[in-house]
Structures are given as C-alpha cells and as structure tokens.
C-alpha cells in the first residue's frame, strides 16, 4: 500500500482516480496509482542559471547524511549528482549497504523508491524528487486487479501449482501479493533462473506485470512454446481466458508492457540493419518478441553496458533501450571507435522517469538540507514484510 507521508490522509472520497491528463502534468493525486501524487513545494526556474551550484552546495551541506541513487535512465544533469548508478534492485542494495545515511534520494521512479525503503532500516528515509514519478508499466497491474485474477484462478481449479512471478518494477503492493503466495520477484538478469526455480515449485507460472519479459523468458531461455503462454487482460471478464486455457497453460502473462521498450519494432530493426550494414542490434527483453527474436543479443541494462564495454573498437551497435542510457554510452564510446545508434529513429525516453531533473533534485537536497523532510517515500509494515519475502526468495534463487 501505497503511503506517502506528506500526503493528506486518504478517505474514501479521495481514493478516485485522477483524470489523465492531470497526471502525465504531474497534478493532482491518484492514490492508487504509482503515478501522480502532485509535487508540493516551490521548485526553482529550470532556466536558473545556478542551479549546478545549488544541488552542489545543498549536497555537501548535508554531507554523508545523503545518499544519491542515479538510475542508469536518468538524465545527465540529475546523473552527475549520483553517488551511485545501476538499475533498480542494484541500488536499491546500494542503499541498504548505506545504514549510516539519514536520507536515500533515490533519482528513478516510485516502485524502485519503494523497494529501497524496504530493503533500508526503518529510520532511514527514502526520498522521491518528483512524487509523479511513476511506471506506467507498474501501473497496469494494481493489487485489486491481481486479487481479482487470483479469484478467477482459483474458480477455474488453476490457482494450485500456480507461482507468481513477479518483475522487479512492480509496486510493493504486488511484490507482497508475491510474497504471500510463495512466489519470487525477478530482475531482466535473473528472470531464466526465477522461472526455472518458480517451475519447481508449481505446474504454471503468473508472471506480473511485464507479458514481454515473461514471454521472451519463457520461449527464449526455457523453450517453451508460444502455445504455452496466455495472456490475461484485466480488463476482461476473466482475463478474457476460459477456465480450460488458465488450467493448460504454462505461463500465465499479465497484459503489461514497458511503454518505453514497446515502442521498437520489427521495422526499426529492418531499417538499422538496412541504414547501417554490419550492425549488431542489441535490445532489452522488455521488447516484444518479434523485435528479440529479431535482434543479435539481448539483455539487461547491465548486460547491455557490459556488451559495449566489451565491444571491439570499429564495432557498430543499434541499441533498443531508453534514450538517456544510449545517448551516454554512445559518447562514452564514441572514444574507442566504436559507433552506437539507438535502435529507433523517433525519440524513447521515458518520460516519468525524467520527471526528475535538476530543480526537483535541488529543490529536494536544499529542503532536506534547511531541515524539511520533503517526498518520503514508506511502504506500510505488513505489505512491507511480504514483499520483502518475495525478495529474498530472489537472492536465494539457485
Ligand atoms: S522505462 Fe519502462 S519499465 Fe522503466 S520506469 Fe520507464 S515505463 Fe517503467
């Protein structure tokens, strides 16, 4: 459940849902969703021309009491900030390797500050920049939907020998409903290894909320059937499944995707291969499965940067992931010769994630600083301690 503690508190004439538009402009609130929650406070002008020297001399003010989390999406004005980089579950374990820091600003988006909180002590405070900054893919699978699909598993003789599966960039409500179920959460590093572990434990798998994580695993990794995936749609009656096609499946895909990595497309590949010849595509599996099976290497933001690390000079490479990352290691490399595209021609950032850009992050260092504990980030104790299950039973993966 989701709590913020400089929110007002919720009565059930709050809990509605916020009209889109409102919440891509960052107002207005939608407790039930990772996404808006308006940001208070007065944020400087982003044309300020000392804001560089702001978050510098608000940072070094609040010395080791502070602790920066950059994700590898962010931009590069917020990123310089970072005393650490990596994606989610990294520097979520990150911040609980800093007990001795006051306040984790987590520079990413709200299920990854959720996850810190649980993985950090209870003093510490885990912070937002921007609380609208949201997943839209976390957003596709709330904790009512989910209890609701568990209903009709179990009506349809399927929730026995179901394990859910749970991707990383959930909320905690759904990592707990994880947790309580016996299931794992899993990174796009470790998803083979959660599937084969969860197929151990049980006949078929749920797999929150990413359907294209959990189906590329699946087919790519296990070699499985497409035949053996289904897909259940929240959004109709059952899941739009009969009960005999939830009972023989093997993967039981949430209708969820990355807004971001969903954007490439078999033709984006055609056309980089065409444009560039000689080029090595490499993507994310959060990307449909055409474009992966489609693609030369696949992998994790982690696997990705360690591709191109590795990669010889005079290499060239068309990369499907967010825009910030390619764009950075595109100049970090363009040193060593080796030339790197992004993978599609329109522009893919991810626009929650850069909801947090350099006035948020002053505006959250100066008032941690002057002594306001701004945008905390606190997942209640109960959904806390399921969740957390949920997560260690990924570290003890085999
Ligand atoms: S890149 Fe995709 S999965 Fe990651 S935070 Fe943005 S919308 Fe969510």
């Not at 984790?104 to 988006?109: A, K, L, P, Q, W």
């Not at 510490?124 to 989910?146: F, H, K, N, R, Y």
């Not at 020998?161 to 179920?181: C, E, L, Q, W």
């Not at 701004?374 to 997560?391: F, G, H, K, M, S």
């Amino acid at each position: 459940m989701r709590d913020v503690t400089t929110a007002q508190p919720l009565t059930e004439l709050d809990v509605q849902p916020t009209p889109l538009a409102l919440l891509l402009l960052g107002r207005d609130a939608d407790p039930r969703s990772e996404r808006g929650v308006e940001c208070p406070g007065d944020l400087p002008a982003p044309s300020d021309p000392d804001l560089v020297a702001r978050a510098r001399a608000a940072k070094e003010r609040l010395g080791d009491r502070v602790f920066v989390l950059g994700h590898h999406y962010q931009r590069d004005e917020v990123i310089q900030f970072a005393d650490v980089t990596g994606d989610s579950f990294k520097l979520a374990r990150d911040a609980a390797d800093r007990p001795d820091a006051e306040y984790i600003v987590f520079c990413g988006v709200h299920f990854m500050a959720e996850s810190a909180d649980i993985l950090t002590s209870r003093s510490q405070q885990v912070i937002l920049p921007d609380l609208a900054a949201g997943c839209s893919m976390a957003d596709m699978a709330t904790a009512e939907q989910v209890a609701e699909c568990w209903d009709v598993l179990t009506e349809a003789g399927a929730a026995e020998g179901t394990v859910p599966v749970s991707y990383m960039n959930s909320s905690a409500d759904i990592k707990a409903f994880t947790g309580r179920h016996g299931g794992t959460i899993c990174t796009s590093s470790n998803a083979e290894r959660a599937l084969n572990w969860a197929f151990g434990q049980g006949e078929r798998v749920l797999f929150l909320p990413d359907q294209h994580l959990g189906r590329n695993t699946a087919v790519r990794d296990l070699g499985l059937s497409l035949d053996d995936c289904v897909v259940y749609d929240p959004h109709k009656p059952d899941g739009g499944l009969t009960a005999e096609q939830l009972r023989d499946a093997k993967m039981i895909l949430w209708r969820g995707h990355c807004s971001v990595h969903g954007r490439f497309t078999l033709e984006s590949v055609r056309e980089v291969r065409e444009r560039i010849p000689g080029v090595n595509v490499l993507v994310h599996p959060e990307c449909r499965h055409e474009v992966v099976s489609a693609a030369d290497q696949v992998g994790s933001t982690e696997y990705i940067i360690k591709a191109l690390e590795a990669a010889p000079a005079g290499s060239k490479w068309a990369v499907g992931t967010e825009l910030n990352l390619v764009r950075r290691l595109a100049n970090r490399f363009a040193a060593e010769g080796k030339e790197i595209v992004f993978l599609d021609r329109t522009v893919c950032f991810c626009s929650t994630m850069n909801r947090i850009d350099l006035p948020h992050l002053v505006w959250t260092l100066e008032s941690l600083a002057d002594g306001n504990e701004v945008n905390r980030i606190r997942v209640d104790d109960e959904t806390a301690r399921y969740a957390q299950a949920a997560l260690q039973q990924m570290l003890a993966l085999p």
